[in-house]
């Protein structure tokens, strides 16, 4: 629970990492890129208030206790949906893989949810492994990175026909949420992995699944608000949007809040801090209080406008519905506002 | 913050503009013209020049006119594609300025900088930087793509200009290239990016069109400043992101100059 001006928020935070990225951990051979990953999101970091950076070494190795006082305590988290990222080629013992995610998540419950991964070019070793996988940590999701590597190939695409048969068997399975990593461009190559477009058919063709595009394709922005504009199932992850600009480029922040409330719509945004890239405290913190800079400018006047009902949905409520998370009375209910009125409708 | 609109005319202006007399070799001359063939350098992701995002790290001119440019991106993971495009783009406007007789780009801590500045010397494309992995029509539509976006983000900006100084819906969609703004950065960038693709942009062209080359009907404007304005908010919003993190990581101010050392 986070609690702000005598108010109570619930949070469920669906996208944290515990990873582990020191030296110790660098594939040989690959070091310059273990090395390049780990500083570029230290960068990141760098866009939020500095009192909340910290030295590359702590970044690279935080710790269970760093997770558990800036995740739960500092941050009010009440839930955490853990977003895997494997980078075997380049990390010995992955970057953060199901594994060490589960190995906090055993210490805490009720309070983590850990999602896997399926990579469509591992065949049918891949689908047991899924298999596997969604038994043994009893999968509700899966984080998929199209950018990533594997054995000479530099990317897919979740319209591959390749990649059906893996969709098919998270239905069979129950996981039901697929988090698509498209976000700023730092990987790639020969393949625009980062392009959102291809979420498109997967969505139309799978309306029994939940597509959420984490850091909603920036900068690819447009093409993720066209394409979920126009599929219902097509959520929008605010990792690296709120953490990336919220602070850093307050004005911009404001546009891109703008433009997805616009096209998306505050029932299909998810809160993400992205720990351990930011914490979530200052993030909560501020999008608590958040509004446009100065509302009735030209530049946000016709935006739709985000009250505290609609902040409790993207803070904790609508992830709270995609993952069958028991949300508290008093905490508002994601559905309430949507039944009264379709009562009203039909009481009309 | 730069924008496109405090550079001023000469940093909007095409390498084929350059001086026409060929003046002496080096000297402090040539290296500001090397700085000016430099500002007509895109980053095609964001539509902004290489030089007003700071991606010049220095830029050296011996007095033989050998000239050595130190490229640096916001992160060491910046998308190589992207990477490529402008320091292919750099060696090109820099070889093109008259007195300049040896060019030597350098993209520095990016972890594909090895592959990227071995092609660049030896004169090949992105497919000789990772022969077997990519492909250069590949690098082309992507840099197409995004010049149909930066293009639909500069007309929308001016074409709100013009209905907020009082032009009616009809006047903008049924505007011509000669009625539109003069000494307008956007404008000006919006006809050089219709040149790149192909779309005509003489004086009876239609002023604003569609990314496919149409006009834009006047039952599709409202939709289509929407839609520029969210494009335009994605490349502000990733220019700003990509400034921060150049700044954080080179620690710079915010109002220094644009070129380092």
Redesign the interface.
């Given at each position: 629970m986070y609690e702000k001006n005598g108010e109570k928020y619930f949070i469920v935070d669906s996208h944290l990492h515990m990873w582990s990225a020191g030296p110790d951990n660098w594939v040989k051979g690959q070091e310059?890129?273990a090395k390049?990953?780990i500083?570029?999101f230290h960068?990141?970091m760098?866009?939020g208030p500095p009192e909340t950076h910290w030295p590359i070494e702590k970044f690279m190795s935080y710790t269970h206790e760093d997770f558990v006082k800036d995740v739960f305590e500092d941050g009010g988290v009440d839930v955490g949906v853990f977003q895997s990222t494997y980078l075997k080629e380049w990390y010995t013992k992955g970057f953060n893989d199901a594994e060490q995610n589960a190995a906090l998540m055993e210490k805490y419950p009720d309070k983590l949810i850990v999602n896997g991964r399926f990579d469509p070019r591992d065949g049918d070793a891949g689908l047991k492994q899924l298999e596997e996988d969604a038994k043994r940590w009893n999968l509700q999701g899966v984080k998929l990175y199209t950018a990533e590597w594997n054995n000479g190939s530099?990317g897919w695409r979740l319209d591959d026909p390749e990649t059906q048969p893996f969709l098919d068997k998270c239905k069979d399975l129950g996981i039901k949420n697929i988090h698509v990593h498209k976000g700023?461009?730092?990987?790639?190559?020969?393949?625009?992995a980062f392009d959102p477009r291809d979420v498109d058919k997967a969505a139309t063709d799978n309306p029994e699944l939940n597509f959420i595009i984490e850091h909603v394709g920036?900068?690819?922005?447009?093409d993720f608000?066209?394409m979920a504009t126009q599929e219902p199932n097509v959520y929008a992850g605010l990792s690296v949007v709120i953490g990336?600009?919220m602070f850093?480029?307050p004005r911009?922040?404001a546009?891109?809040m703008?433009?997805l409330l616009f096209?998306v719509g505050e029932d299909k945004m998810l809160f993400g801090s992205d720990y351990g890239i930011w914490e979530p405290k200052w993030q909560i913190d501020g999008f608590i209080d958040w509004d446009y800079p100065q509302p009735d400018h030209e530049e946000f006047s016709d935006y739709p406008r985000l009250d505290d009902a609609g902040k409790r949905k993207i803070l904790g409520l609508n992830a709270a519905k995609l993952y069958g998370i028991q949300v508290p009375d008093g905490m508002g209910q994601p559905d309430a506002a949507a039944k009264d009125d379709a009562q009203l409708v039909e009481a009309g | 913050m730069n924008t496109p609109a405090s550079l001023g005319p000469e940093a909007e202006a095409r390498p084929t503009r350059a001086p026409a007399a060929a003046p002496a070799a080096g000297g402090a001359g040539l290296r500001e013209r090397v700085l000016s063939a430099l500002a007509t350098v895109y980053d095609p992701e964001l539509d902004e020049p290489i030089t007003s995002l700071r991606f010049i790290t220095s830029c050296e001119v011996t007095p033989r006119g050998e000239v050595g440019v130190v490229l640096r991106l916001p992160t060491p993971q910046c998308a190589p594609n992207f990477a490529f495009l402008m320091a292919a783009d750099a060696r090109r406007a820099v070889r093109s300025v008259p007195g300049v007789h040896g060019v030597t780009i350098e993209l520095e801590d990016h972890y594909t900088g090895d592959e990227i500045n071995g092609a660049l010397s030896r004169g090949e494309g992105f497919t000789g930087a990772f022969p077997g992995e990519t492909d250069d029509d590949d690098l082309e539509a992507l840099r197409e793509l995004f010049t149909r976006k930066a293009l639909i983000a500069r007309q929308a900006r001016v074409c709100e200009q013009m209905l907020s100084s009082g032009a009616t819906e009809h006047d903008v969609v049924s505007a011509t290239v000669a009625e539109l703004p003069v000494d307008n950065p956007d404008a000006t960038r919006a006809l050089q990016l219709r040149a790149q693709l192909g779309f005509a942009a003489t004086p009876d062209a239609p002023a604003f069109i569609q990314p496919n080359g149409e006009p834009v009907a006047l039952d599709q404007l409202t939709r289509w400043l929407r839609a520029a304005r969210l494009i335009r908010t994605g490349l502000e919003a990733n220019g700003g992101m990509c400034r921060s993190l150049l700044a954080f990581r080179h620690n710079l101010d915010p109002e220094t100059q644009e070129v380092g050392r």
């Open positions: 310059q890129y390049g990953w500083e570029c960068a990141y760098g866009l530099r700023p461009t730092i990987w790639p190559l020969d393949k625009d920036l900068p690819r922005i447009e608000c066209f990336g600009l850093a480029r911009f922040f546009k891109v703008g433009e096209w | -």
